[in-house]
Structures are given as C-alpha cells and as structure tokens.
C-alpha cells in the first residue's frame, strides 16, 4: 500500500523557517519525480516545487524562489521542503505529491500519490 | 503563466445525473491536463491525466476530453460518493497551474 507522511509543520512567525518532510512507502521512491503542492485555507490548489528522481533539477513556483528549498534522500525515501523567510502568504496546507510511472515509463507533471498533508500558519 | 479557468464554479446536481465540467487554458496546454476530485478534509485524488486517461483505478463514469485550450470531464451518472471539488491542472508548461476548482453538491 502506498503511503506518504509529512511532517514539519506548525506555527511560525513571519521571517522564521521550517523544514516539512515526506516519508514514503509502498513504492519505489528513487524512480519517481516528486513534488510539493500547497493549498490554503479554503482555497484552491497551487503547485510549489517539483525535483527529478536523481536530483538532476528542481523548479519552483515564482512566489517561493530564493526562499524554498526542495530535496530528497532515496535512501531514505524521503521528500524534504526547506522554507526559509515565511511570510503570511505561505499559510496552507502542503501535500508532497508523486509524479507518475507506468510500465511505459516515468512522467512528471501531473500528481499520482498524495500525502494527507501538513499546515503549516505563518502568523505573529 | 498558463492561467486555468474552470467552468462553473458550482454545480447542483441529483444522484443520477449526467455532469460536464470545463476547463478553459489561456493559452495551449496540448493534452497535458489532469483532472482531481478533492473531498472536505482529504487529499486531492488523480483522475484523469492525458486529458483522456483515467488513472488507476477510477470508474469507467469518469471520462475526460479536450485538447488546445478547451477540455471537459464528464461524469455518467453522478454517485453519491462523487459531490466533491474537482480540479483541473496543467503540465505542460512551468509553472504547473490549477483551475480554481467547480463544486460539485447535491441539489
């Protein structure tokens, strides 16, 4: 069965930091790209970063670069978002979201398994 | 930035029915869209990707069509389990981008 944790987040306050992490299981980790995608209170969704299977790249969102961090550990099966000078705006709840494989290969761009997420609130 | 515009925001509906929800890209995402349904308090589920594919394990009443800029998932005949939100997405250029959602509730 496939499951993914996060963990990390909680109440900071604005310029502070956080690291969320993601523990995989079920799958095999160091074949898929993996993503992390936010989504704020009663909003909709919206994707942050995205990094390749070997590290190879890593994207992010235009509002979050500079200050976010996105890395992996396949030994581990782990996901990790660094978040650094955290401002109001990054209050939501983030999913760490796996991209896809098939017997044809491996895509990213589109979310296949999804953690339960964690909420981080940035908040003086 | 590809901005995803979905169609309507809500839509009341009775078990049974057939439902049609859009998704309009401003500009041309190809076939690279995604459809997601999201319940109250759970993570968002993958439905349909290639615009047409249904991913593993979702019901054959679940189908989705489009390509360019214009697309629709279509649900045949609308379960109980189904009232949700449901999302498009496009991958096709960075940054991936979401429509804002169509709420999907009982009349």
């Known amino acids: 069965e496939v499951q993914m944790v996060e963990s990390g987040g909680g109440l900071v306050k604005p310029g502070g930091s956080l690291r969320l992490s993601c523990a995989a299981s079920g799958f095999t980790f160091s074949d898929y790209s993996m993503n992390w995608v936010r989504q704020a209170p009663g909003k909709g969704l919206e994707w942050v970063s995205s990094i390749s299977s070997r590290s190879s790249y890593m994207y992010y969102t235009d509002s979050v670069k500079g200050r976010f961090t996105i890395s992996r550990d396949n030994a581990k099966n782990s996901l990790y978002l660094q978040m650094n000078s955290l401002r109001a705006e990054d209050s939501a709840v983030y999913y760490c979201?796996?991209?896809?494989?098939?017997?044809?290969?491996?895509?990213?761009?589109?979310?296949?398994?999804w953690g339960q997420g964690t909420l981080v609130t940035v908040s003086s | 930035e590809r901005v995803m515009t979905q169609s309507p925001a809500t839509l009341s509906v009775s078990p049974g029915e057939r439902v049609t929800l859009s998704c309009r890209a401003s500009?041309?995402?190809?076939?690279?869209l995604a459809w997601y349904q999201q319940k109250p308090g759970q993570a968002p589920r993958l439905l349909i990707y290639?615009?047409?594919t249904r991913a593993t394990g979702i019901p054959a009443r679940f189908s989705g069509s489009g390509s360019g800029t214009e697309f629709t998932l279509t649900i045949s005949s609308l379960q109980s389990e189904d009232f949700a939100v449901y999302y498009c997405q496009q991958y096709n250029n960075w940054p991936w981008t979401f429509g804002q959602g169509t709420k999907v509730e009982i009349k």
């Open positions: 979201a796996s991209g896809h494989c098939s017997a044809g290969g491996c895509d990213n761009g589109f979310f296949d398994y």
């Open positions: 290639g615009a047409s």
């Open positions: 500009q041309s995402v190809s076939s690279n």
